[in-house]
């Protein structure tokens, strides 16, 4: 068996015509760090569900460990451990007390359970804690602790749903310490879903970006990026009505002209940002255009999602999710 995670053709429409995943092929290797990238309402969190068994899928197949999702859904959820955007910890309990509830939802006896517990502690640097009320603890030791109660039972898959969600970037830095950790010194595959696309692009093996409840592209985050082929020069003109795209267009070197999403910007794709910005200002000055502002992008994360889904992620991920159009479907049919 290769194969950490498997979907063919996995999909889920809702009771309400909501198709939230639609025909996914997915593959992930065992130890692979598999990052899944998507606006709010594209369907990761469905997908997600589906793989961790909590919801059952309308069509296709999927397996994780080996093991079929709807055949069987308990030995499914052995192999696995599941931290959530959200807090799930009781905060009334202490730490060990939340460990020991999760090892014994997941088959261990208290004999078994109590030396993985203190390795846990140990590992996630929650031992002096391990005995104070779960109220009294940091974002960043909560989130330790969360993921302590999802590899308690030792998974092969360890899925995190966006699981930096809410921390500043220290407490981010530190998740990821120990996540880097659970792959290294356990082979643990990792499948996770992040808002924070420098994340993705600095932990992940592949990443793959879905849209819509489609996968459009996956691969290793520097191909994706190698497969763009230029920097970016973003181009803001004081007057929305100068005429820079025309401008932009005749200048040499110039291999794409498109608008940018936001405030009437003009973003140019060149082999090298930092000796086309020179012409840019030349060519403005002679047509007389008052420049707003001029930006240089290399090829990152954040480019590969705009080629692909024609969007930024900061605009999507930002922004309400509940707000437009279709909005109370999209809170029904998950993200």
Partial sequence: MTEAIAAEQLGK??????????????????GEIFGFLGPNGAGKTTLISMLTTLLRPTHGSARVEGVDVVERPEQVRRRIGLVFQ?????????????????????????????PRIREVLERLDLTEAADRRVSTYSGGMRRRLEIGAGIVHDPGVLFLDEPTLGLDPQGRAGFWEYVRELRARHGMTIFLTTHYLDEADQLSDRVAIIDHGLVLKTGAPASLKEALGSDVVQVRPSDPNS???????????????????????????VARAEAFVPAVVRA???AGIELAAVETRKPSLD?????????????????????????????????
């Fill in 303 to 335: 480019e590969v999602f705009l080629s692909v889904t024609g969007r930024e992620y900061r605009e999507e991920t930002e922004g309400n999710p509940t707000n437009g159009p279709g909005s109370r479907a999209r809170r029904a049919g998950g993200r």
């Fill in 284 to 286: 403005c000055d002679a």
């Fill in 13 to 30: 429409v809702y009771a309400n015509g909501v198709e939230a995943v639609r025909a996914v092929d997915l593959s992930v290797a065992h």
């Fill in 243 to 269: 005429g820079l795209r025309s401008v932009l267009e005749r200048i040499p070197g110039v291999r794409a002209v498109e608008p940018a999403p936001v405030d009437a910007a003009i973003r140019v794709r």
């Fill in 86 to 114: 959200r807090s799930t910890a009781d905060e009334v309990l202490t730490g060990r007390e939340n460990l020991e509830i999760a090892a014994g939802l997941n088959g261990l006896s208290p004999a078994e359970s109590r």
